[in-house]
């Protein structure tokens, strides 16, 4: 029950409604006790073995309850049946039978009622605290982590915990209450039968918690397969025409039955052992019922000390416990099969950020004078991708980073937009550390193109307001025709309103390239990072993006990151780099008169 205490947070908010099934619950277990007790003056009256009482009772405080009860209904019985025979009596014993059934059961629909809002409260609120865990956490969280267990969590993990909710509650209120009444009203019946019983519960008790060992490590397993599946899946369908275009069906295939097969045998063992638990109890059960017959039955035949209405009323009570039980030992294994999935939930919930924003983060509002990066050094595992790596880029120029695949240019542009953190040197944006300004302010003075566009199931207007949520339809268009997009998004049959796929596949790469440079411009930031914005279109294409970047950039600061050099040329400083190192910089012309790395760079590209 450990989790319940780590999960309180999200039950507070709730607690009116477990307070209301509580309560429901006594009344519950109380009429359901009682209509089992109604049925020992049914019987007696059936056969004529009611006491017969012709005196009013009176009522004398709470300890003499049951006798006053028991006479007053013996009073009702033996003058109704002197009056208007023994029919009307069985009839008004029938009545009251019901009505203690209709109590009972009212009683236990209203605690469901009022539990179930607590219980998809807590699963709603746990989803949403999930989803904005995983909004808030940093990109390097996932490098490590497969999407689907992700997705297992916030869907079939967080699901669990609702369903074992309602079993807690179960657990420490109602079926213990059912139990502890039957067990008052067995011992106000005779108290040598009940003493009995109580040789065989802890008998029972004990067989059964046996069963319920490892099921948590068992429903684990099974929980933990469930995201291994849905992460094959989830990589299945992002990369179905690679898998297609390798014909590795068959290997996808087996990876995914493999782990379906996993998930057949755990479920198989977790299951068939939570399908123990009812037979189990039930069989005990009956087993100390049969006791019962044997040693009651003595009582009533032999001793003569138990009528043969008490006795059956007494039976009913201890039937009564039966249930219970059994649900107890079944939502027992519920709560474990809970633990399992709360740990998994609690874990994504209790990771704290490491980009977390300072207490008293500065919130920057402009950019004023210069993007200094000092003698950074930063590794993404264990090599130092970036080393004591120095740039400045004064407001109002345009930077511009090559380099060979895998020199560290992306990195950079990770690195000042604060995807991650530097591990060496600081990062300043007019003399102000990054690390001490909040996330949210840093970003609003950045616009990024990224190196894959990154695109959403949406309308293309719904994609492009990304930049900025209270543009017009005009602003829009207006962004698309700088970003060279508006030419091909006019030709759409719904225009800015066509949905575009997922992840935007229903676009060449280089439309999907022009939308994102149309989010970028739309968000009109003073600092631009463009990570080969221009790498997926045509010469055409490209002179003409370019030329809107140009426009775009004057006046604005930007890095850009490019392969192809011709469109960097009219860049104020060229940074070529090198294995994370600075290999030579300057303009084009310094660069060119040099006769280095760039020259030889410039001299492969044009021959190309
Ligand atoms: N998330 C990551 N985890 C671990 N290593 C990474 C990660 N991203 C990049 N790297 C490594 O960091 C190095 C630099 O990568 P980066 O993406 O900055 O290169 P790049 O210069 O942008 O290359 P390209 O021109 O191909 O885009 C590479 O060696 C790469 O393997
Ligand atoms: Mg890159």
Known sequence: ???????????????????????????????????????????????????????????????????????????????????????????????????????????????????????????????????????????????????????????????????????????????????????????????????????????????????????????????????????????????????????????????????????????????????????????????????LLWYGGNMVMVEKTLSGGAFIGYMALAYQILTPAKAISKASYKVKAGNAAAERVLEILETTSSLEDLPNAINKKEFNSEISVNNISFKYEDNLVLKNFSLHVPKGKTVALVGQSGSGKSTIANLVTRFYDVNEGVIEIDGKNIKDLTKHSLRNLMGLVTQDSILFNDSIKNNILLGKEEANDTDIIEALKIANAWEFVKDLPNGIETNIGDSGNKLSGGQKQRLSIARAVLKNPPIMILDEATSALDTESERLVQDALEKMMKNRTSIVIAHRLSTIQNADLIVVMQKGEIAEQGTHAELINKNGVYKKLVEMQSFE
Do not use: H, W
Request: charged share 20%; with cysteine.
């Open 1 to 291: 029950m450990d989790y319940i205490k780590k999960l309180s947070r999200f039950i507070i908010p709730y607690k009116r409604y477990a307070i209301l099934n509580i309560i429901c619950n006594v009344f519950y277990a109380l009429f359901s006790t009682l209509a089992m007790v109604s049925l020992m003056p049914m019987i007696n009256v059936l056969f004529g073995e009611s006491k017969k009482i012709y005196i009013k009772p009176v009522y004398s405080g709470l300890k003499e309850i049951k006798d006053y009860a028991e006479n007053y209904l013996n009073y009702i019985v033996t003058t109704t049946t002197e009056s208007d025979g023994p029919q009307r009596a069985l009839l008004y014993m029938i009545i009251l039978i019901i009505g203690l059934f209709l109590l009972k059961n009212l009683f236990n629909y209203l605690a469901l009622f009022f539990i179930t809002f607590l219980r998809n409260g807590v699963l709603r609120d746990l989803r949403d605290n999930i989803y904005n865990k995983v909004i808030t956490l940093p990109i390097s969280y996932y490098s490590e982590k497969k999407k689907g267990d992700i997705i297992a969590r916030i869907s079939s993990d967080v699901n669990e915990v609702k369903n074992s909710m309602l079993s807690v509650l179960e657990l420490i209120v109602k079926e213990p209450l059912t139990i502890a009444f039957a067990i008052i009203a067995m011992f106000m019946i005779s108290v040598k039968l009940t003493i009995f019983v109580f040789i065989f519960i802890p008998i029972s008790g004990f067989i059964i918690s046996r069963i319920g060992k490892s099921l948590k490590r068992k429903s684990e397993r099974v929980q933990k397969e469930q995201g291994l599946f849905l992460s094959t899946l989830e990589e299945t369908l992002g990369g179905l025409k690679v898998i297609k275009g390798f014909n590795a069906e068959k290997r996808f295939n087996t990876k995914f039955q493999d782990s379906t097969n996993r998930f057949y045998d755990f479920s198989n063992i977790l299951m068939n052992r939570q399908n123990l638990a009812s037979p189990t109890s039930e069989f005990l059960g009956i087993a100390t019922i049969a006791a």
